[in-house]
């Protein structure tokens, strides 16, 4: 392996690690929180993580990766017992739709023209939160879990448009952060994988007794 794809897998390892350390830290307080404040908490943190990796590396399927090791990470949960095994495969989804939502809308959120870049995040939000809705109907459709979100046309909605325009303009915060610190770079010898290993060791552990 060479020195272009070492440096590329600690960049994914070291950022896939922080989502995966705040949702077991952070995410944990905010599960006891009401669905809609705990995702419009979440989701521009994952903008801010996403972006910043996208500087570390401009290849645009970096952010495939950060994502899958998030969810990965989260996966670590599986081992453990529990009601249910979608109390950890949810999250996990919601993690790849988030990811995948970034990812296809990179273009609209880095366009030069302000009104584009600031109409990307809700609309992300709000496709997000649709593909969650879509997956939450299919598992209702198989198992006959009925989600709190699907529960009533009120509450898909509020899930849906309310949520994902908070999650959209919360996350012009993490977007205008991202920018400020667009010229700053720690200058860290990612090729030796030094900080991701431990990273991500750190977030399966603090995943698994959290």
Do not use: C
């Not at 919360?170 to 900080?195: S, Y």
């Amino acid at each position: 392996m060479n020195k272009s794809k070492l440096e590329r897998l600690s960049i994914i390892l070291v950022f896939g690690s922080i989502w995966g350390i705040i949702e077991a830290t952070l995410g944990y307080v905010l599960h006891l929180l009401p669905a809609l404040i705990a995702g419009s908490v979440m989701f521009p943190i994952v903008v801010f993580i996403l972006l910043r990796a996208r500087r570390g590396d401009l290849k645009r399927a970096v952010l495939l990766f950060v994502g899958l090791v998030a969810a990965v990470i989260k996966g670590a949960n599986l081992v453990m017992p529990a009601a249910t095994i979608f109390k950890t495969i949810n999250p996990m989804v919601s993690i790849l739709f988030e990811t995948l939502i970034v990812f296809l809308l990179i273009p609209l959120i880095e366009n030069e023209k302000i009104g584009i870049k600031v109409a990307s995040l809700p609309l992300a939000g709000i496709v997000w939160r649709g593909l969650y809705l879509l997956y939450m109907g299919g598992q209702f459709f198989l198992n006959g879990f009925l989600a709190a979100h699907l529960s009533s046309f009120d509450a898909a909605v509020e899930f849906l448009v309310v949520g994902g325009l908070i999650d959209g303009l919360i996350a012009l915060i993490a977007l205008a952060l991202d920018r400020l610190l667009r010229g700053f770079t720690v200058k860290l010898r990612w090729q030796r994988l030094w900080l991701g290993i431990p990273a991500f060791v750190l977030a399966v552990v603090l995943t698994l007794i959290l």
